[in-house]
């Protein structure tokens, strides 16, 4: 299958059409946005995908620039170019997806210079920025001991809290910004084999645990784990 190569922002973008661009000389970057771990605000180590259902082909690249790439001129008619809806969802596994919608900004009088003629370096495209991909909220469950006569024995009835919290780190430019997290204060209380399980927490770098009763046991901070994971933890007093 033949591939092209399209320039933006000092990048390259790859890609196989399907179907194929009819003139890969005439194909511009329609629509981009670089897409980053909400957490770690590097690119996401899994697959991003993006999908579409309009007139242009989804592409990315590996350094997390996605998007929309076409021939407009083909697609559109030259007058209705400006001000055209374009939209496409991003999407990877641990993540939650999230849907870009806008409208192609205005484009310089030169462009296109002439019918069937297209200037490259003139056509303006959308640019959605820097998005955070926020990944999927996280459960975190384990069993609670406590020491016996030496050995370490279940504590059915036991209470284990979130105590405090730090959000994902602030990037400025970068959407959707922090927020507290909403799960400092939740508990769960073991059950007769001494298992709890916390209600699922999401856009967190660090929580702090402890069991908060019958006894006061020692804090446990729990980082972000990769995307789509939960954690197993276990207390021992």
Do not use: C
Not at 169 to 178: F, K, M, Q, Y
């Amino acid at each position: 299958m033949s591939s092209i190569s399209l320039q933006s922002d000092g990048r390259t973008w790859r890609f196989s059409p399907l179907p194929p661009v009819r003139d890969a000389a005439r194909s511009q970057i329609i629509a981009q946005v670089q897409i980053l771990d909400d957490a770690s605000l590097s690119v996401p180590a899994t697959p991003i995908k993006v999908t579409s259902d309009g007139p242009f082909h989804s592409s990315s690249g590996s350094d997390g620039l996605v998007g929309l790439v076409g021939e407009p001129t083909l697609a559109l008619p030259d007058l209705q170019i400006a001000g055209t809806a374009v939209g496409f969802t991003v999407s990877a596994v641990g993540y939650r997806s999230v849907a870009l919608n806008g409208v192609l900004p205005p484009q310089p009088a030169v462009f296109p210079a002439e019918p069937g003629v297209i200037l490259l370096d003139k056509f303006q495209l959308l640019d959605f920025g820097q998005r955070r991909l926020i990944r999927n909220a996280v459960t975190i469950q384990g069993r609670v001991f406590r020491r016996i006569a030496g050995a370490f024995q279940p504590l059915p009835g036991a209470t284990v809290a979130i105590t405090a919290a730090t959000q994902v780190p602030a990037l400025a430019g970068a959407t959707p910004l922090p927020v507290p997290v909403a799960g400092v204060g939740i508990t769960a209380i073991a059950n007769a084999f001494a298992e709890y399980r916390l209600p699922p927490v999401e856009r967190f770098a660090t929580l702090t645990l402890q069991v908060t009763a019958p006894v006061l046991g020692a804090p446990v901070v729990i980082v972000a784990p990769p995307a789509g994971s939960n954690v197993v933890q276990d207390f021992r007093l």
